[in-house]
């Protein structure tokens, strides 16, 4: 068995408005829930003239009215800039209007330049990550520590389905967390492609997860182009960049272009360089995907895939999504 799912930036092109990015991304999602796909997440961009999703949960809760089964949600909320409380209270809201039908994807990386990060995080609890996503599970689950200053409070509504988290990450200490935490994991491919990397932060999910908190759940998130041909799908990627700076104190971001690149190192005030690379992106015929898709599934024992594919042209993008799927037909539940 395998499922395969859909991350959607609602990306904004030239001369478009962010009405139309978000039209298109209300029709994938109803697409996607024709054709079989399991979940539908979308994620979450701040200080983007090219990202329509700022805000994930307000987007989710849309999408939730214009579908019926899919499973739809963020891939992936920012905790960093939030109160745990104040999440666990937006998705509960969720998950009690769309029983059994909302995920909470958790990101670590800012989601936007430095500006926004400090506009976002003005006067806001600024605890270590792990401590978050501690609390935000204790909240999730009613079960705040005894000993916690907030014990007793619940963030209501209580829903009759516990949301569980899926970490986002691209890194083997995101891994570590994900396993420590008993969530479950995605690797982001499409933001760090070495094999070698996504080799051991698989095997130490798997390795050190916490069984008391359930199975081990991992999917790995690529980006995806599949055509006709794979000559034509080897032309609709060869645009594609990943842009990255990096700063002198040592941290390497991904950032959608090298104007967004260039300003993210205005703000951060530190020195920089700039590497431009080829996107890592599977492309080609269905043959071509599907072979390569099993390979990477057999390589690191997965369960589900979760796809963007980064093509402007909509009607082509709808397409590839569609025959992805039908390629796979036999192995998707419904």
Known sequence: MLRLSILDQSPIYDNETALQAFQRTILLAQEAEKWGYHRFWVSEHHDSDQVAGSSPEVLISHLLAKTERIRIGSGGVMLQHYSPYKVAENFHVLESLAPNRVDLGIGRAPGGLPHSTKALQQGNDMRPLFEKLIELEQFLHDKLEPTHPLHGLKAQPIPRYPLHIYLLGASTSSASVAANLGFSYVFAQFINSDENTIAEAFKTYQKNFNMEKGTPHSIL?????????????????????????????????????VEKAEEYGK????????????????????????????????????????????????????????????????????
């Open 267 to 334: 703000q951060a005030g530190e020195n920089y360089t700039i590497t431009i690379h080829d996107a890592n992106i599977i492309h080609g015929s269905q043959e071509t995907v599907r072979n390569t898709l099993l390979t990477l599934q057999q390589t690191y024992h997965l369960e589900e895939f979760i796809i963007t594919t980064p093509i402007k042209d909509f009607n082509k993008r709808l397409y590839s999504y569609k025959i992805l799927k039908d390629a796979f037909s036999e192995l998707i539940p419904r």
């Open 221 to 257: 998130a690529v980006s995806l182009i599949v055509t006709d041909t794979d000559e034509e799908a080897k032309e609709l990627a060869a645009d594609a960049k990943i842009v990255k700076i990096h700063l002198e104190s040592g941290k390497t971001l991904t950032l959608p272009s």
